[in-house]
């Protein structure tokens, strides 16, 4: 199996499995327990909020533990919302290509009476800066924008945005949970007042991830209970997962200038390779592109039929984001990029890991070239293009 969906979820590392096992054996008291079996939790758990403080240039306070992703995502934007309202600013900026995580809590709030502006991304994915310096008013409570995205693998210019939102005085979030452990992040270079992350993106398990807040920036709950995480978010802590997903981290963190170099060699294999099957095009930007991130779009074919046969063929790959797929719309990802609806139906994300081997590539290049000219062999769409009854898009 050639496992190219790296985006859905990552293989957890042998150095996390070791982490949370021997916590799993060792270290299962209740962090809150004072007795000393429960206060070596509370340490263990301290020690993986530390290395992750670390991994980010964040101090240990400003971090809490969350579900995942998709909690931190909640969890910053209702919290900037809360201050926002009490200061009378209701709106919020975001852009078009966010996950459904940041733009459903958006829509909840616009029902409670926010008012969300998407900004749109340009035809590579990206966000100028300008643009959120123009969009930004004084009854502007937030600002949240993804650092890499799911799909196409932009890499947003955090810093420049983090920089404007600061002078602008303005909260700033963003979902880094494709970046974490993939790219260098700095939450003070960066700017970023409240950042979003989650450890199966890195290698981590499932399950946990983690929410970065600017000291002097007041969470609200999500769930009420108990006192932990300093009353900011109840339940007992995992331990044992906060503990792999902070190994996780810090292995990927030291690892990354080789990973993503190597990454970034087998990207561009694929991207050029794949660049050779006519009526293709590439999604996102060339550059400014995550290390293990390739996205294409076939004209012509189907990408759920693609990434059928492409299974057949022990490949596993995505279209569009796990979310999206299984619903009959195209990602509005895609749609954002300006891709229309029948080329947006035809897309292919590969999300690499540093495993792969250029064999592996080269395969997936053959493979994905086989596959594409079998469908386009007997689509409609395609016999129309052929026939010249309807122009080609790419
Ligand atoms: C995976 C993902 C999430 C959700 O994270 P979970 O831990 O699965 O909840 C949020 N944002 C982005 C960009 C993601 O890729």
Redesign the pocket.
Known sequence: MIYADN???TRMSKTAKKALTEMMDGVWGNPSSLYVHGQKAREALEEAREKIAAAIGAEPREIIFT???????NQAIRSAAEIGKQKGKTHILSSTI?????LHTLERLQKEGFEVELLPVSEKGMIRPEQVAEAIREDTCLVTV?Y???EIGTIQPIAEIGNICREKQVLFHT?A??AIGHIPVNVREDQVDLL?A????FHGP??I?FLYARKGVRLTSLIEGGAQERGKRAGTENVPAAAAMAAALEEAVARMPETAARLTAVRDRLIRGLGQIPHAALNGDAERRLPGNVNFCFEGIEGESLLLLLDDRGICASSG?ACTSGSLDPSHVLLAIGRVHDVAHGSLRLSIGEDITDAEADQIIRDVKEVVAYLRGFSPIWRDLMAGKKPFIL
């Open positions: 985006a859905a979820t579900s995942g992703g998709s909690e931190a995502d966010e996950h459904h995580a940041v993804m890499a995205n799911n979902d949970v494709q979003s989650s450890a199966h993106k499932k399950g991830g984001s």
